[in-house]
């Protein structure tokens, strides 16, 4: 299936912990972007990586790192999580220069810290 | 700072009934995307909207946008349970050669039979 996958659906964790979500596409995009979905379903965007590169940081504490290890996965690690940090967070990929320029989106990972 | 603002934002509606949706922004964009969202899920691509006057229509939905006055409306028509969800539209802003898109708050739809 062409698609875009985030590994895990679901995490729950403690405080001061560290983990990682895992994003990958095969729809042969450029750029992928990490989203967060709060509480109250709004969605802002946190990173955008073209070609393996960052193009987009939003205001976004330096716990959270991004990471391309290639054009179609982009991973997020976050570090000392905190209670707030609890959210759904989405991946997405597009093909820049394209007129559309469509999004998708992965299906999330519902971040639980306690 | 481009803002995204839909209205409303809870919309509790009748089988059969008509209504539509508003997404205003405030500044200049050329691009402006319609996503649906069920709960618990990801998000699906409903239209794009690329140019003023464009108008896109799928099933019961239909989407429009007016770049002049910086609106897109989702009408949805003879509206049936199956399109309760939560709607969003997002608009494109370009910053420093990249593209970033900004969403509404959503509009979290219920039809009730």
């Known amino acids: 299936d062409t698609a875009v996958s985030q590994t895990p659906k679901y995490l729950v964790t403690q405080m001061g912990n560290d983990k990682s979500i895992k994003c990958e596409q095969n729809l042969g995009h450029d750029t992928m972007y990490w989203y967060k979905q709060d509480s109250k379903k709004f969605l802002k965007i946190m990173f955008s990586?073209?070609?393996?590169?960052?193009?987009i940081n939003e205001t976004v504490p330096n716990r959270f790192s991004p990471k391309s290890p290639d054009k179609a996965h982009l991973n997020l690690h976050i570090n000392s999580l905190e209670l707030g940090d609890s959210a759904v967070y989405f991946c997405a990929s597009s093909h820049l220069g394209r007129s559309h320029n469509e999004q998708f989106f992965g299906p999330g990972t519902r971040l639980t810290v306690l | 700072e481009l803002k995204v603002e839909q209205n409303p934002l809870f919309l509790s509606m009748q089988e059969g009934k008509n209504y539509t949706i508003y997404c205003n922004y405030s500044t200049t964009s050329d691009r402006l995307y319609w996503y649906r969202q069920d709960p618990g899920k990801s998000l699906e691509s409903l239209f794009v909207l690329l140019s003023n006057g464009a108008v896109k229509q799928e099933g019961r939905l239909m989407a429009s946008l007016d770049t002049k006055a910086r609106l897109s409306t989702l009408h949805i028509t003879a509206a049936v349970h199956d399109l309760s969800a939560t709607y969003f539209c997002a608009v494109k802003r370009t910053q420093g050669g990249s593209e970033k898109l900004v969403f509404g708050k959503g509009t979290k739809l219920t039809v009730n039979p």
């Open positions: 990586y073209n070609n393996k590169e960052l193009i």
